[in-house]
T-cell receptor, first 108, second 113 residues
């Protein structure tokens, strides 16, 4: 599976959009981009995934660049409860590997 | 509520004890996973089961012994653990190995004294 690079930490004001970037320049054609988050001391939670088209669900939007070498997870109106570690994972047919992710802190 | 439950949520055990962690999924998935998460470290994959068969053992010491009696249940049997085994143990499931998103349980916080 392709390797991903994410910023170690970010912060965002409550009510504003949180845009979390991820680089995956070695992604191959059949690999999906997955996003999970982990709130402190809980199990990771699936957020969204995509292959090449932008995706949106009730939690977030996923924007994947045309060359698929990077993506951005967007939380449109961040709340304090969105404070968590966000993991970007690229995987094909194998088991996803979780890196260190981005620690997002949403402040009042 | 993710459809994956783990018991107990907290466990304190001595180094000579034997205990078991239990995971159950109500999602109809065929793959189940054990992960270990030590303080301030990424998740480490331990074991994978697909259709009840173990397909991955990520060089885990033999003091951790997994068991998967059916696709809905997964156990982790613990014996003669070390203090460095203290961690959050997470169970996950997915429709198949490497297929679909993973759903995680809340984890068991294990402390070895």
């Amino acid at each position: 599976d392709a390797k991903t690079t994410q910023p170690t930490s970010m912060d965002c004001a409550e009510g504003r959009a949180a845009n979390l970037p991820c680089n995956h320049s070695t992604i191959s054609g059949n690999e999906y981009v997955y996003w999970y988050r982990q709130i402190h001391s809980q199990g990771p939670q699936y957020i969204i995934h995509g292959l090449k088209n932008n995706e949106t669900n009730e939690m977030a939007s996923l924007i994947i660049t045309e060359d698929r070498k990077s993506s951005t997870l967007i939380l449109p109106h961040a709340t304090l409860r969105d404070t968590a570690v966000y993991y970007c994972i690229v995987r094909g047919s194998y088991i996803p590997t979780f890196g260190r992710g981005t620690s997002l802190i949403v402040h009042p | 509520e993710t459809g994956v439950t783990q018991t107990p949520r907290h466990l304190v055990m001595g180094m000579t004890n034997k205990k078991s962690l239990k995971c159950e999924q109500h999602l109809g998935h065929n793959a189940m996973y054990w992960y270990k998460q030590s303080a301030k470290k990424p998740l480490e994959l331990m074991f994978v089961y697909n259709f009840k068969e173990q397909t991955e053992n990520n060089s885990v010491p033999s003091r951790f012994s997994p068991e998967c009696p059916n696709s809905s249940h997964l156990f982790l049997h613990l014996h003669t653990l070390q203090p460095e085994d203290s961690a959050l143990y997470l169970c996950a499931s997915s429709p198949g190995q490497g297929i679909g998103e993973q759903y995680f349980g809340p984890g068991t916080r294990l402390t070895v004294t």
